[in-house]
């Protein structure tokens, strides 16, 4: 049942626990460069047809991640992400495939990556949580969001290495090397054993026991073991069908919808706006083709990366509220400051200068909203409805992002773009209020710690 080889290492087991998010990195990357080229090659002008394939691959990840929730708590987190690798990899070779100009089958293909990529997004967070230590729970945690903005990196390399080719091929090929990851990332999940959590909750503690040896210090596996099978014991003398409505019953509600609001409001801050269509912002910006600016991702990539980085070594340093709170401001400013200035200066402020500003909010993103929105999930939820309510919160994510991929490009075809990111920048500000007087402080707890503390507040 558990799949744990006593060979296999903790550095492997975290890796490929979190190698999901290169999927989710990839494909919210990749278009950014591919959707110039399917633009000349398919004649594409329409701002709403553009949002639509740009955006589709979100409203599949809905459904991925409230699927994934509910077979995961069935089925367990390893065989869901399994199966989502497999389904991703399906969607990157369809969509590498679709008919000349037949715009449907390129939608439905997006549509079967969501699914893979929300499910991914929706379990890994939670995988990673039941495996970290409480220590660590911050830093390991925030190796999904790493290997995220890697996988948006490789992207971003991989459209710049690849705009040389003729227009029909490049966009293919940049979506078509999508399946690569996913192929890696199920190899990988072959080995992995499942969460002890998990394996408690469906009776099988000798099996978590031993995945507890695999990830914990030999004098922290009995007391950490007697922890887990004292909440799931309580669940399930408490146990009642757990549907969508249960998740805001008093008990959990508090908690529920403080991961939940979190996962939305992370992408209706506009961040996606950013690394879905950077190119087109600086054409807007600077006059350069949007296909010749496929430099700009992969400088924004490397900011990304570099806060990821930035963040493993802090992440259990500072509380996770100050950190996303300070975040949150600068964001906020730098989304504001282009509208302001604008004003104020006229004619007389350079356009450029909102790249700049959009570097600055990327890389506080990039190492307090970007991974602590994760870690919060991944933290959050009692372990009765963890994996639905993950599910939930990455349905509720992926539908932000959805919102932004789609009426971006329909924003910036009738107001001015220092206007739409004004108006992001408000929403960043809002954001802040909300988990200031809305969501607790989880750091240095372990999960059962945190379900006691604050359920039925």
Not at 59 to 84: E, N, P, T, W
Not at 88 to 100: D, E, K, L, Q, Y
Not at 381 to 392: C, K, T
Request: charged share 15%; glycine share 10%.
């Amino acid at each position: 049942m558990s799949n744990s080889p006593k060979t296999i290492s903790r550095k492997f087991i975290y890796f490929f626990g979190a190698f999901g998010g290169i999927l989710f990195g990839y494909d919210i990357g990749v278009m950014t460069g591919a959707l110039p080229f399917l633009k000349i090659d398919w004649g594409i002008e329409d701002p709403a047809l553009i949002g639509w394939i740009t955006s589709i691959l979100m409203l599949g990840a809905i459904f991925g991640g409230i699927l994934a929730g509910h077979f995961s708590d069935k089925y367990g987190r390893r065989k869901v992400i399994l199966f989502s690798s497999f389904v991703f990899a399906i969607g990157a070779v369809m969509a590498a495939f679709s008919p000349n100009q037949m715009v449907e089958w390129l939608l439905a293909s997006r549509i079967l990556l969501g699914l893979g990529v929300g499910a991914a997004s929706a379990l890994v967070p939670s995988y990673m949580s039941e495996m970290a230590p409480a220590n660590k729970r911050g830093m390991l945690s925030g190796l999904n969001q790493l290997m995220i903005v890697s996988g948006m990196l490789l992207s971003y390399i991989v459209d710049y290495a690849l705009q040389g080719l003729p227009n029909n091929i490049s966009w293919r090929l940049m979506l078509g090397l999508a399946a690569v990851p996913a192929i890696i990332l199920l190899l990988g999940v072959l080995r992995l054993p499942e969460s002890p959590r998990f394996l408690v909750k469906k009776g099988f503690e000798k099996e978590a026991k031993e995945v507890l040896t695999l990830i914990r210090e030999k004098d922290e596996i009995e007391p950490e073991l007697k922890e887990i099978v004292k909440t799931a014991k309580e669940e399930n003398e408490a146990r009642v069908k757990i549907t969508f409505r249960y998740l805001f019953a008093k008990r959990y509600r508090y908690l529920v919808i403080a991961g939940v609001s979190v996962a939305f409001l992370q992408q209706i801050m506009g961040a996606n706006a950013i690394f879905y269509y950077i190119p087109l912002i600086v054409e807007e910006a600077t006059g350069v083709a949007a296909s010749n600016a496929l430099l700009w991702p992969v400088i924004q990539g490397a900011i990304l990366v570099s806060g990821a980085i930035f963040y493993m070594a802090i992440a259990d340093k500072f509380r996770r509220r100050s950190m996303i709170i300070t975040g949150g401001i600068i964001m906020g400013l730098s989304f504001l400051m282009p509208a302001i200035l604008g004003t104020l200066l006229g004619s007389a402020f350079p356009k450029v200068m909102i790249i700049a500003f959009l570097c600055i909010y990327v890389a506080f993103y990039s190492f307090t909203w970007a991974p602590l929105t994760w870690v919060i999930v991944g933290e959050i939820f009692p372990l009765g409805i963890r994996g639905r309510a993950s599910g939930l919160a990455s349905s509720m994510n992926w539908l932000g992002s959805f919102a932004v991929g789609l009426f971006f490009p329909i924003m910036t075809a009738s107001m001015s773009q220092d206007i739409v990111f004004a108006i992001f920048g408000i929403i960043c500000l809002l954001a802040v209020l909300f988990v200031k007087f809305r969501v607790p402080e989880t750091q240095g707890e372990s999960l059962e710690q945190i379900e006691k503390k604050w359920s039925f507040k």
